[in-house]
């Protein structure tokens, strides 16, 4: 069975300083995705990574899958309070498109 | 441009009443379709799959039931709530790209069984 462990579960950080959100598990994946989620809505897909070793970013985001394709982490550098929600890796179920969340990573910012 | 509806955003039912929650998909054909439902703060489970009219796969024992009687049009339901039915329903499609499935989720329904 494919499972998505995620830590930590709770961060909560000031404005300014960087943080890593790590995505874990013992299966491999031929891709990964990361989602951010505000409270009371859908997730909002940030980045799909499918290389093993790859690093993406998007602004002051830093995205890397592991060599092996089994984890990935997310990095931010200066967190902002609109940084804040619920970040969700995921990824493909036996290499179909339906999709395995991992179990979630609250971020709160605070100015 | 694509864009996907529910309602309705909230619901307050009681334990043994029905439930029925709509999605729908604009701007795209013969999308597959999901339904998940996300526990406070935390992920998301797959609950029903579908890849096109009355083709629906259940992905777990529940009280839940699902139909897609048109292309862009996914229903969850349930004869009788139960208190554990309680939590966040996402309805999402999505389009595969590059071998890599991408998913676009609509706004939620809230819905708490009293």
């Known amino acids: 069975t494919q499972l998505l462990e995620q830590s930590p579960q709770f961060l909560s950080i000031q404005e300014g300083e960087n943080l890593t959100v790590y995505c874990n598990s013992s299966?491999?994946?031929?891709?990964l995705q990361w989602y951010r989620q505000e409270p009371g809505e859908g997730p909002v897909l940030l980045v799909t990574?499918?290389?093993?070793?790859e690093v993406k970013k998007l602004k002051r985001l830093t995205f890397q899958f592991g060599d092996a394709r089994k984890d990935s982490s997310l990095h931010i550098t200066a967190a902002q309070p609109g940084d804040t929600g619920l970040y969700l890796c995921?990824?493909?179920?036996?290499?179909?498109?339906?999709?395995?969340f991992g179990t979630g990573t609250r971020l709160q910012v605070f100015p | 441009s694509q864009t996907i509806h529910q309602w309705p955003a909230t619901l307050v039912q009681p334990v043994g009443s029905p439930l029925s929650l709509e999605c729908t998909v604009e701007?795209?054909?013969?999308?597959?379709l999901y339904w998940y439902r996300q526990a406070a703060g935390r992920g998301l489970q797959l609950l029903f799959y579908?890849?096109?009219?009355?083709?629906i796969s259940s992905e777990v024992p529940q009280n839940l039931s699902a139909s897609r009687p048109q292309d862009r049009q996914f229903i969850l339901s349930s004869k009788k709530l139960l208190l554990s039915d309680s939590g966040f329903y996402l309805c999402?499609?999505?389009?595969?790209?590059?071998?890599?499935?991408?998913?676009?989720f609509g706004p939620g329904t809230r819905l708490t069984v009293l």
């Open positions: 999402a499609w999505s389009v595969l790209a590059g071998g890599v499935g991408t998913q676009y």
């Open positions: 299966s491999v994946f031929s891709s």
């Open positions: 990574v499918v290389t093993g070793g």
């Open positions: 995921a990824g493909p179920i036996n290499n179909t498109d339906k999709l395995i």
């Open positions: 701007g795209t054909s013969n999308p597959n």
């Open positions: 579908s890849v096109g009219i009355g083709q």
